[in-house]
């Protein structure tokens, strides 16, 4: 199954066999970060924006309460999207 979705201003399509509503909330919630740190940092690179947005939201899910078993979850799907996202990018 494919989702388009867009972070920050540039659309992707992503192939995955996961739900497309929770890839489009993702994205949703990366592109929120990259914004946040665009205004807050208007000088630095996409790149580096991209790098802080992951760096945030990682600190943001091993912050999070939950069973480490619904923790280990959320991190597949992040390494399966992230995976999916590096071949796009």
Known sequence: MSVTVTIFGR???IKSEVDPDYIKRAAQHLDSKMQEIADSYPNISENRIAVLAA???TYE???SPGKPEDQTATEEII????QKLSDVL
Do not use: A, D, G
């Not at 390494?79 to 992230?82: A, F, K």
């Open 61 to 63: 899910l091993f912050r």
């Open 79 to 82: 390494i399966r999207l992230t």
């Open 11 to 13: 659309e992707y399509s």
């Open 55 to 57: 760096l945030n939201i």
